[in-house]
């Protein structure tokens, strides 16, 4: 079947020489013809046309290239099966960076123009990304499935990070620090770097069902992210911090009538927002590291390993069974 349509521009972020999807959670529709329910994944075979100046990435490897006089077409390869909220594009004036880490050919995308900064953050950049695969390849006994592995660095980007398969986007603020970036500050950007890379396993190749359970690869994300940054920075005590970043904001509610459950459910997408609150953000983190305590590492590791593999490519939620 053939659509012809006119995509919507609210979620394409236009300007005058960039263009960036942002489909989270569910404005694909608004571009596209397509439902927003993370349990329809598809596979994207996406063709754009550009100013013959201009980069352009998306999930996928690019297939063909052709030049069109003043301009330049650009052929994707097809995805492997993806929620809509992870499907990406960008496209304007880019610079690109190359490098091979473990025979993997990584590429960043930005538009930073200080020269010296770049210079100043490129490799680790590079370096924090590969050690977060290499952990989580380790960690989960699962290859990274998606293939390439691009990111893009975009000014003024709205969140931190957000994981399109194997083309995540950064706020390039948060990722190219100053020569005086403090220990804190490096861990700061280790942490966004991993938590996005872990969400290749953890949300985009095993997804949640509905958004009642977006938490879960929330946590898991963070779960992973501090395994992989906070050895990278022994010297900060971040046990300390764990224990002041969540608990006292958790007991806070918890302790109070108005407590409710992790889980609640969403009727209505547009609701979303309100599910956001401490018991999500803070006591879950705590209740994730209560787990595997409990179970111990080994036994929780395996146990996250089994529901990956059971659940690959596809979808699941919090009550899922074996
Ligand atoms: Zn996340």
Same mark, same amino acid.
């Given at each position: 079947?053939?659509?012809?349509?006119?995509?919507?521009?609210?979620?394409?972020?236009?300007?005058?020489?960039?263009?960036?999807?942002?489909?989270?959670?569910?404005?694909?529709?608004?571009?596209?013809?397509?439902?927003?329910?993370?349990?329809?994944?598809?596979?994207?075979?996406?063709?754009?046309?550009?100013?013959?100046?201009?980069?352009?990435?998306?999930?996928?490897?690019? &297939? @063909?290239?052709?030049?069109?006089?003043? +301009? #330049?077409?650009?052929? =994707?390869? !097809?995805?492997?099966?993806? *929620?809509?909220?992870?499907?990406?594009?960008?496209?304007?004036?880019?610079? &690109? @960076?190359?490098?091979?880490?473990?025979? +993997? #050919?990584?590429?960043? =995308?930005? !538009?930073?123009?200080?020269? *010296?900064?770049?210079?100043?953050?490129?490799?680790?950049?590079?370096?924090?990304?590969?050690?977060?695969?290499?952990?989580?390849?380790?960690?989960?006994?699962?290859?990274?499935?998606?293939?390439?592995?691009?990111?893009?660095?975009?000014?003024?980007?709205?969140?931190?990070?957000?994981?399109?398969?194997?083309?995540?986007?950064?706020?390039?603020?948060?990722?190219?620090?100053?020569?005086?970036?403090?220990?804190?500050?490096?861990?700061?950007?280790?942490?966004?770097?991993?938590?996005?890379?872990?969400?290749?396993?953890?949300?985009?190749?095993?997804?949640?069902?509905?958004?009642?359970?977006?938490?879960?690869?929330?946590?898991?994300?963070?779960?992973?992210?501090?395994?992989?940054?906070?050895?990278?920075?022994?010297?900060?005590?971040?046990?300390?911090?764990?224990?002041?970043?969540?608990?006292?904001?958790?007991?806070?509610?918890?302790?109070?009538?108005?407590?409710?459950?992790?889980?609640?459910?969403?009727?209505?997408?547009?609701?979303?927002?309100?599910?956001?609150?401490?018991?999500?953000?803070?006591?879950?983190?705590?209740?994730?590291?209560?787990?595997?305590?409990?179970?111990?590492?080994?036994?929780?590791?395996?146990?996250?390993?089994?529901?990956?593999?059971?659940?690959?490519?596809?979808?699941?939620?919090?009550?899922?069974?074996?």
């Amino acid at each position: 079947m053939r659509i012809d349509f006119t995509a919507g521009d609210a979620p394409l972020n236009r300007s005058d020489d960039l263009l960036y999807t942002l489909f989270v959670p569910a404005h694909a529709r608004q571009a596209l013809p397509c439902f927003d329910q993370p349990d329809l994944k598809g596979r994207w075979s996406v063709t754009v046309e550009h100013p013959a100046a201009w980069r352009a990435v998306a999930n996928g490897a690019e &297939l @063909e290239r052709r030049e069109l006089g003043t +301009r #330049t077409r650009v052929r =994707f390869a !097809r995805t492997k099966p993806l *929620a809509t909220y992870l499907v990406s594009l960008a496209v304007g004036k880019f610079q &690109l @960076e190359t490098a091979q880490r473990d025979r +993997r #050919t990584m590429r960043m =995308f930005h !538009r930073e123009t200080d020269g *010296a900064k770049l210079a100043r953050n490129r490799e680790a950049l590079f370096d924090l990304h590969a050690q977060s695969l290499a952990f989580m390849e380790r960690y989960t006994g699962i290859k990274y499935q998606f293939g390439k592995f691009d990111f893009v660095l975009i000014p003024a980007f709205p969140f931190g990070g957000m994981e399109h398969a194997d083309d995540i986007h950064y706020r390039a603020e948060s990722l190219l620090l100053e020569e005086s970036a403090t220990q804190r500050q490096l861990l700061s950007r280790a942490r966004p770097i991993a938590h996005e890379t872990a969400h290749m396993w953890f949300g985009d190749l095993v997804t949640m069902k509905w958004f009642d359970d977006v938490w879960t690869k929330e946590v898991f994300a963070n779960f992973m992210a501090s395994k992989i940054a906070d050895p990278l920075f022994p010297e900060l005590n971040h046990e300390l911090q764990f224990f002041l970043d969540h608990h006292g904001d958790a007991y806070a509610v918890e302790r109070s009538a108005g407590t409710n459950a992790i889980r609640q459910p969403l009727e209505n997408l547009g609701a979303a927002g309100s599910l956001y609150k401490p018991i999500i953000y803070e006591k879950s983190p705590v209740v994730m590291r209560q787990l595997e305590a409990l179970l111990g590492e080994e036994l929780f590791r395996e146990g996250l390993r089994g529901y990956l593999r059971r659940y690959s490519f596809g979808n699941t939620t919090w009550d899922c069974r074996g």
